[in-house]
């Protein structure tokens, strides 16, 4: 999983990350870091039932919640460099429109 965030804040041209999962632990912290789930899907493996859940994130919710960035393994100095280049981003974006 931090592998995954690591790569998303550093590609600027991605802007959204989706991605599943059913692990509890990481579901738990997921809810404690306030993200929603955008779907829950049960499905049966044998006698059990597990669930998967999807999320699905823009890069602004991401550089947002101090949670997945330390997930990121995000160094100080690189988080500003990435804030420094979407500022920069968002200025072009606006001039060219």
């Known amino acids: 999983m931090s592998i995954y965030l690591n790569q998303f804040s550093e590609k600027k041209k991605m802007r ?3 991605f599943y999962t ?5 579901i738990r912290k997921l809810r404690g870091a306030k993200l929603k789930t955008c779907r829950n899907t049960k499905v049966k493996h044998k006698t059990k039932i597990i669930n998967i859940r999807y999320y699905f994130l823009k890069r602004s919710d991401l550089m947002a919640n101090r949670f997945l ?3 990121a393994i995000i160094t100080p100095q690189k988080l500003g460099n990435l804030l420094g280049a979407y500022k920069k981003e968002q200025r072009n974006e606006d001039t060219n429109c």
Do not use: A, H, I, V
């Open 16 to 18: 959204y990350l989706c």
């Open 69 to 71: 960035l330390k997930l």
């Open 22 to 26: 059913s692990d509890r632990n990481l």
